[in-house]
């Protein structure tokens, strides 16, 4: 099942954790593994820490098995999604379909190397030209798994029928590594080929207040992420605790400036905002967040849901 909705290559020893399953599956259930498969691979790419997902279909003669791997940016992230209820569930629908139990091996992560980087590309392809564009893109693939630090890209087909951008977000593992690609005398030849296939072509860094939100992008969302007011106040219902549980390290800084506090302060609320608190409330309101579709009682229960939360913060601190 090597679909072009996702394709993942792992080069020079990727640092997320991996998971590899392996599937004997019985030919009278071929369909229904198919869409278990499917349905776990959607549920794997919302959940927090998700960074690449490949299926390998059995090579006959050689392999008789399907392969699956699923990348998580971290060791922690991994055993939350392995003990996930919908992992959980859709697993029981997969081995339903196999003549013997799954065999899964885990490889871990190195925790203390900094998070992974994304580049989101967007092309838009003329219908004319979406075999060419595709050539070129496993062409593209095939160059960035070579360089170090790749870890994976995902792939989102035009969606519509008027709708013809081609989304690729491409993942290294860190900032050094994504911009030695990125201005590799290889990439610069590739654009000038890619240059008479699409109408048009833009990159974006996956980078700050926008990587926050970034992290359950779904095949269904925008690149450009949930809109500035959304962000705003998700911002808000994580820095409100941060902040708050922040100030009861005041006592320890007490001999130090005011200046010298907030300094410290400031460092310790943006490490905790952007590695352990917004990739959770990204995930606890990504039902909001990233919405495809606008509709009135999914925004009044964002709402609702983010004015509760701080509400309830308000009486906990209070009481504190």
Request: net charge negative; aromatic share 10%.
């Amino acid at each position: 099942m090597n679909d072009d909705s996702t394709e993942s290559r792992e080069a020079h020893a990727p640092q997320p954790a991996t998971a590899i399953a392996s599937h004997l599956v019985r030919a009278d259930k071929a369909d229904e593994y198919f869409e278990a498969q499917t349905a776990i691979t959607e549920a794997a790419r919302k959940f927090s820490g998700f960074v690449g997902t490949e299926v390998l279909s059995p090579i006959p003669g050689l392999q008789a098995e399907w392969v699956a791997i699923f990348r998580l940016e971290s060791n922690q992230a991994m055993k939350q999604w392995l003990d996930s209820p919908e992992r959980a569930q859709l697993t029981a629908r997969i081995e339903a379909c196999l003549s013997e139990p799954s065999h899964t091996l885990l490889l871990a992560s190195d925790d203390d190397a900094e998070p992974p980087v994304a580049m989101v590309f967007t092309h838009r392809v003329p219908k004319d030209k979406v075999e060419d564009y595709l050539a070129w893109r496993r062409k593209a693939i095939d160059a960035q798994a070579h360089f170090p630090g790749y870890l994976a890209t995902e792939f989102f087909k035009p969606h519509g029928t008027f709708q013809n951008e081609w989304v690729d977000i491409v993942r290294y593992d860190s900032v050094d590594h994504l911009t030695h690609w990125m201005e590799s005398k290889e990439r610069q030849a590739l654009l000038k080929e890619l240059e008479p296939i699409v109408e048009s072509m833009h990159a974006h860094r996956v980078t700050g207040l926008e990587g926050w939100f970034a992290l359950n992008r779904g095949r269904a969302a925008t690149v450009s992420g949930p809109p500035s007011w959304k962000q705003a106040l998700a911002v808000l219902f994580a820095l409100y605790p941060t902040v708050m549980v922040l100030s009861f390290l005041n006592p320890l800084m007490h001999n130090l400036s005011f200046a010298v506090q907030m300094l410290i302060g400031n460092i310790l609320s943006v490490a905790l905002l952007t590695w352990l608190v917004m990739p959770r409330v990204s995930q606890f309101l990504n039902f909001w967040l990233a919405a495809p579709v606008r509709d009135w009682k999914n925004e009044a229960l964002g709402l609702f849901a983010v004015a509760a939360g701080l509400g309830l913060f308000v009486l906990i601190f209070q009481a504190v």
